[in-house]
């Protein structure tokens, strides 16, 4: 390309300045010597600008990534990316396109005469793959296929990076581009899903390098003589490549050291200065990473020979970078000689395959099973590796202080998947225990220590006292320190970026060098804990604030938000499914106050190059906003919900979405006969799924997205007055995101225009309260009568249906039956036990007593998640499936679910 644009100048042009960008800007740069570099994000604007100047949305589609930069007062305001994979880009099209043995342009073609698009949604490729090969089966189109993955790129952009559910969102005047651009199906699909009119530049393609361009025409001064590397330079220029690891220090970065001729070389893969040999951090710039990690892991362990109880290993992994301090001076008091795990690497992660049992695991859970097999191979007999449900209470006015599933119990998957600890060869202690005060603690760690190693309880209290000290210590040394480098700061007028996760994020491995990264770039890295003390967060917020790590992270946004010299980047592990709340609840505290939201998506993928981007546009927005101050409203954080009154009672429709019908048919009517308008939703189709995807965060999981979905799809439906609408939804309490459904529900109803509705919260353990719902005894009565008779309807049909002798008498009977029950609901205020007693025992004779045939059917368990296990629209109508296919489906009682809570408050 260089080459044909010297072709093409006069003699007497000389190119006088030159930029380069994209991910391969500093490659270029290096090699042609060129006199600028940009990221990416700015080179667009910049291009977009050009053929709009008053561009405020750009949408970028590329071959392997998406991108939406928003512009506010002509600057770049925020950039979403694609966050996994390249689902949904160009090379997602070009795939299927020569899968079916077309052109890239061809395939693009037939799109435009499609008749019957298929609706593809914006599933993985993995899965649309098999989605079109069965389309191709029933005899679709290539133009109907192709028709319908142009709809997806779209959705997906739309529904997925961006997150859209109100079209005006995207803005009014926007430019679309890159290379899937040129796809005209891809154009119009935009246009009839949006709504929207958009600019697509002739050049969709090239946009990067035009917007260099004009960057490069506009920061030439006079007089400035260019490096870039003359046409017969570039002519006999040479490079070779080759690979080296580092050695500079434990993240051992594979380089790639690119020698050109000129005796010249570019370095890439190295996370900090080192790997291109340069002092690290030589302006000595604060790394609270670096720090904490240190002060977490810093203890020498009582010697071998001075340990008169024996060794006891410990993984470095998940709870340890929280209470590492407390078991380190815990079992040294005791008098062990402790074994802690070594850093993680991609070795130790390697170690542990074998033994992962799921691929969709966070990779700080995968590496868990690296560490407890290196004890295992280092000899180490004995491992402590605790489950912690509950941790210290930092935030009193909080809902709950848990740990997420993963780090209150990933030890139980470690028990049951190690072959050395399943048969037996090593002794494996991974006791439940709390860490919400000292008392509790020790309580259960005598429990333990006592029948394990019949240590006196008093020498076990006292040890707990010197770990919880310690503990108390670390937290209050992050704090300090904290506030030293906020004092660093003021004092040298440089910025800093808080770096918010979780405790394990500062594990290098994990992180990836990203710390490194950000203080190569000038700024300091604070960690959330080092300054989540600083600013109390306006409660109660629009979550369900309940685990603890993230009751931090909302903590230290909220200081973020009013502190001019720090912004905030938050780290979420691919597969973290509690991050659907945080994310999107960290994000509405900070951009509703003027700041930029980024997130950085890691896994065990050590490729810094998207990362890359994000830091350097939020870097670049930051420096423009500097140099055009404006100023900002810091808005509260709390969300103050529309409660539903008694008034309300009398005249509002009370919607609940649908889980379980044959169980719900029977409940609707109990509420009913108790004053309330209540109406199970009858909409657990397709329809609500893709209604969802628009409400829903990406990592909300597929329960949450068919119930938000449900209600959504009913609330814009235009059948309710939703001035006299509510909702109603149940709240467990429990640790998964289950609880924050209602949360969920809440942002959809704002997002979509409808604030006024209320959501009521169904639980027994007083979480949220309205004066205008009760549990009376007669709801109470007809509810769990509602809820047996509803376990009988699904045993008696599943275990009838498949042998009947006359096809349909078994659903005959269940609705006779259903008539019976529900006049009888509705009859009185209170039912007779008597004749619930009856009823059962007559429901079951009737079926019994139904004509059958004589023959055997296996028997198929279905387990799973609640919500998918009975909604039959949620399971692909699994039970048919199974019916159809010659088998008897065995579903749970739904009543063993209540029971099971009930038992598990034992526990707590």
């Known amino acids: 390309s260089i080459k044909e644009i010297y072709s093409l100048l006069p003699d007497d042009a000389n190119i006088v300045y030159s930029c380069s960008t994209g991910y391969g800007e500093a490659l270029v740069k290096a090699a042609l010597m060129l006199d600028e570099g940009e990221v990416e994000t700015i080179a667009h604007y910049t291009a977009a600008a050009f053929f709009d100047p008053a561009v405020d949305c750009i949408l970028d589609i590329g071959g392997q990534d998406m991108k939406c930069i928003k512009i506010k007062n002509q600057t770049v305001d925020s950039v979403q990316l694609n966050e996994a994979c390249s689902s949904g880009c160009g090379s997602f099209i070009e795939t299927f396109a020569k899968s079916l043995n077309y052109s890239v342009q061809d395939f693009a073609k037939e799109a435009l005469f499609a008749q019957n698009p298929i609706d593809l949604g914006t599933r993985c490729t993995v899965f649309m793959n098999s989605k079109v090969k069965q389309a191709q089966k029933e005899g679709a189109s290539v133009a109907d296929i192709s028709a319908g993955l142009a709809y997806s790129v779209i959705k997906n952009a739309l529904f997925k990076v961006i997150k859209l559910s109100d079209p005006s969102d995207l803005g009014k005047n926007i430019v679309v581009q890159g290379g899937t651009f040129y796809n005209d199906a891809v154009l119009r699909s935009f246009e009839t899903i949006s709504g929207c009119q958009a600019i697509r530049p002739d050049i969709a393609g090239i946009m990067g390098a035009f917007g260099a361009a004009l960057i490069a025409r506009e920061r030439y001064e006079e007089g400035h003589c260019s490096h870039m590397l003359t046409i017969d330079q570039i002519n006999e220029l040479t490079f070779e490549t080759k690979l080296a690891r580092c050695g500079g220090c434990t993240n051992n970065c594979l380089l790639t050291i690119n020698k050109f001729s000129g005796n010249r070389q570019y370095i890439t893969g190295n996370r900090c200065e080192k790997g291109v040999g340069k002092e690290k951090n030589k302006e000595q710039i604060p790394n609270l990473f670096e720090y904490k990690y240190n002060r977490i892991f810093g203890y020498e362990p009582l010697p071998e020979e001075e340990a008169p109880r024996g060794t006891i290993g410990i993984p470095r992994v998940l709870n340890m970078y929280e209470n590492y301090p407390f078991w380190a001076v815990f079992f040294k008091k005791l008098g062990f000689h402790l074994v802690l795990s070594p850093t993680s690497t991609r070795k130790i992660y390697e170690l542990g395959l074998e033994s992962i049992p799921s691929e969709s695991e966070c990779y700080p859970a995968k590496l868990a099973h690296g560490h407890v097999t290196w004890l295992i191979k280092e000899g180490v007999k004995t491992i402590f590796y605790p489950c912690i449900p509950y941790e210290r209470n930092e935030f009193p006015d909080a809902n709950n202080h848990y740990n997420c599933p993963i780090v209150t119990s990933y030890a139980e998957n470690i028990k049951n998947n190690v072959d050395e600890i399943t048969s037996g060869q090593i002794r494996f202690l991974n006791p439940f225990m709390s860490f919400s005060n000292l008392e509790t603690l020790t309580q259960r760690l005598t429990e333990e220590f006592t029948k394990e190693f019949q240590i006196p309880a008093d020498e076990i209290a006292q040890a707990a006292a ?425 579903v749970p009682d739904l009543l063993d679910f209540f029971l099971y809570c009930f038992y598990n408050n034992n526990f707590k």
């Open 466 to 890: 010197a770990g919880w000290e310690e503990l108390a210590r670390t937290r209050d040394d992050m704090r300090k320190k904290g506030e030293e480098t906020l004092k660093y700061l003021k004092e040298t007028g440089k910025r800093g970026i808080v770096l918010a996760g979780r405790p394990y994020h500062i594990d290098p491995e994990i992180n990836h060098g990203i710390p490194e990264l950000i203080t190569s770039y000038g700024f300091a890295v604070l960690t959330e804990d080092s300054i989540s003390h600083l600013h109390q967060v306006e409660r109660p917020l629009i979550v369900m604030d309940q685990w603890m790590y993230h009751s931090r992270l909302y903590a230290a946004a909220n200081y973020v938000k009013t502190t001019d010299n720090l912004d905030l980047i938050q780290l979420n592990s691919f597969g973290c499914g509690l991050d659907a709340v945080t994310t999107d609840c960290v994000s509405d505290i900070l951009t509703k106050s003027g700041k930029i939201y980024t997130c950085l998506k890691i896994d065990e993928v050590n490729n810094l190059g998207a990362a890359r981007i994000r830091i350097r546009s939020l870097i670049s927005a930051i420096r423009v906003r500097e140099k055009h101050p404006k100023e900002r409203r810091i808005v509260p954080a709390n969300h103050n919900r529309v409660v539903f009154t008694e008034e309300m009672r009398k005249n509002y429709t009370i919607i609940a979405p649908q889980m379980s019908p044959m169980h719900f048919e029977l409940l609707q009517p109990a509420f009913q006969a108790a004053g309330y308008n209540l109406e199970v939703l009858d909409n657990d189709n397709k329809t609500a799924v893709n209604v969802g995807l628009k409400y829903v965060n990406n990592d909300a999981c597929y329960p949450s997205l068919i119930v938000v979905g449900q209600i959504m799809d009913a609330v814009t439906s235009g059948k309710y007055d939703v001035n006299k609408l509510a909702i109603i939804v149940s709240q467990t309490g429990g640790g998964c995101r289950a609880s924050n459904y209602i949360g969920f529900i809440r942002r959809a109803l704002e997002k979509a225009g409808y604030p006024q509705i209320p959501v009521i919260s169904l639980n027994l353990s007083s979480l949220e309260k309205n004066p205008g719902f009760k549990f009376t005894l007669p709801l109470i009565q007809k509810g769990i009568y509602a809820l047996v008779i509803g376990d009988i309807f699904m045993r008696c049909v599943y275990a009838t249906r498949p042998y009947e002798a006359v096809p349909g008498s078994t659903n005959a009977l269940h609705e006779k039956w259903k008539k019976i029950i529900i006049d009888w609901i509705t009859s009185r205020k209170f039912l007779s036990h008597r004749k619930f007693k009856r009823y059962c025992r007559e429901i079951i004779r009737d079926f019994d007593n139904l004509e059958r045939l004589d023959i055997k059917k296996p028997k198929v368990g279905v387990v799973g998640e609640i919500l998918v296990k009975f909604l039959p629209m949620a399971n692909n109508y699994l039970v048919d499936l199974l019916e159809a296919e010659g088998a008897e489906a065995v």
